[in-house]
């Protein structure tokens, strides 16, 4: 789940580029660490929220069967691209109601995509999706952003990206309760023909305590294994708040 109304049509073709390049590197650093330390091993794989498929293409050559599901169709069309010539299937699905076409033993979840959850109800729904599609004893990794209580005051900040092709200025805004961010994209994009397009976009997140996540992943069948710091030189406003969670489902 992304947004019902596909809120990454913009977004995608300057994703890689703004966001998920630099980030990447943090997401495998955590999954390997995860990996090693719970000694996860794995013959079938989902990834959701896969976005444009940068953590289906490493995990692609481990040889294992992998899906890849997100609920934005432009975010899809880049991860075809990228996975053109592997065998990882792509599956267009609200992560509320995920519906696997056969059960894995790990669910992964990377790049904050839980934090699309806007209450507590879409969260626990999708905590029941993803153990209804996991196989007995699997695993789920997710990276997510933590409510770590008030702020002292409402914070905003403009964050200007510039390449010779594009030009993009995000208006974060992080509301005084502590329990998430707003973000209003405006981006102007040359052609190839060398003309320009614009597009808005507006991007909500919703951050959850960690009690309320393993409260929620308890009542959905799983067992945490272990809740750690992401690995990451993240902006001040999330180096605290972006952990990793590692729960395995119950019998």
Known sequence: MR???DAYRGFASIYDATMGD???PSVWEAFERAR?????SLTSACDVGCGTGLFLKRLSRDRVRLMGVD???AMLRRAAQRLTGTRVRLLRQDMRKLRLPERVDLITS??????YCHNEAELA???RSFR?????NGCLLADVLIDLGPLAREESMVQKIDSPVMRSRWHICLPADGKGSVVEMHTRMRNREGGEYEWRERHRQHWFALPVLSNLLDRSGFEVLGVGRMPSDAPSTQT???MHLVARARR
């Open 125 to 127: 729904a999708t905590f």
């Open 36 to 40: 090693l330390k719970h000694a996860i």
């Open 132 to 136: 209804s599609n996991i196989s007995a």
């Open 3 to 5: 947004s019902q109304a």
């Open 71 to 73: 609920n934005s169709a």
């Open 110 to 115: 990377n790049f904050c995509t839980l934090n």
């Open 240 to 242: 605290n708040r972006w």
């Open 22 to 24: 630099a980030t990447f």
